[in-house]
């Protein structure tokens, strides 16, 4: 499925909306507007495929390119120097702003497109966060079973990355804190749906993924515990338990919810999934 960053984007990361000023849009430094084809990776760290070759992208053209996606649209570029450097001056920032649009467009053609004074990415990108996003959500609006086509989505996504794990812009925190949540719930849905649906391998794995992304998380577990019960491993819902019972009182000092210890005292069969 190909996301043109154009489009609006899911809630999660829709800013308040923008106008768009009339300016005509063309790519910085070029007369004919170049459309570059290829995908953005932000999910696990940063990766952009132009026509096929892999682009290496300095780290300021990666938070710069950040920004865009993030924010949607177009994005001012008073706001967007801000954004990067919000330690120096006014000047300072905007030269620094021109310098990293000039590199990218050295090494990336016409993937900043200029609208007036605002900036946009280029549309022909396929962005893992818009699709994942946009998967996320489908599965926690679904109700009852998830349709064949966003199951096996689903499982080819994974959703084991965070976003952008390497940069640490504070205002980036918001929207890796968003994204990360989101992971989280849709994991745990999707782990939930597996099992009812007569998938418990799957449903394992998935809670595995669950665990690993968030080891302080109570419903993680639970539904890590849930899962292998309906499998049929009771000696591995066990093992799983005294490791979650470990983290929180190693971690924690606490003891763990005594309701996930009351897992293990159902029958599978009647478990609420």
């Known amino acids: 499925m190909l996301v043109d960053v154009t489009t609006t984007r899911s809630a999660l990361f829709r800013p308040d909306a923008q106008l768009w000023p009339s300016a005509p849009e063309r790519p910085i430094g070029t007369s004919e507007e170049v459309t570059p084809v290829g995908e953005l990776s932000l999910l696990g760290g940063f990766r952009l495929v132009l026509r096929g070759e892999l682009v290496d992208v300095s780290t300021t053209g990666q938070r710069l390119v950040a920004v865009l996606v993030c924010h949607s649209g177009s994005v001012a570029r008073r706001q967007i120097a801000h954004l990067l450097w919000p330690d120096a001056t006014t000047a300072r920032a905007h030269a620094n702003l021109r310098t990293v649009i000039y590199r990218l467009e050295r090494t990336c053609p016409g993937l900043i497109v200029v609208c007036g004074s605002y900036l946009r990415l280029a549309g022909g990108l396929r962005i893992d966060l818009d699709e994942t996003t946009a998967l996320a959500n489908r599965i926690l609006a679904t109700e009852g079973p998830l349709p064949a086509a966003v199951r096996t989505e689903a499982l080819d996504a994974g959703f084991h990355h965070d976003l952008l794990p390497d940069l640490d812009d504070e205002w980036l925190l918001e929207y890796q804190t968003r994204y990360h949540q989101l992971r989280l719930a849709a994991l745990e ?18 809670a595995l993924a669950l665990v690993q992304a968030d080891s302080l998380r109570d419903s993680a577990h639970q539904t890590l515990i849930r899962a292998c019960l309906v499998q049929g491993n009771q000696q591995e819902a066990l093992s799983y338990f005294a490791d979650y019972q470990r983290v929180f009182r190693d971690e924690l000092g606490v003891e763990p919810a005594s309701s996930i210890g009351q ?6 069969a009647g478990l609420d999934v």
């Open 263 to 268: 897992l293990l005292d159902e029958p599978a």
């Open 189 to 206: 849905t999707l782990s939930r749906r597996l099992a009812s649906e007569g998938l418990p391998g799957a449903a394992v794995c998935t």
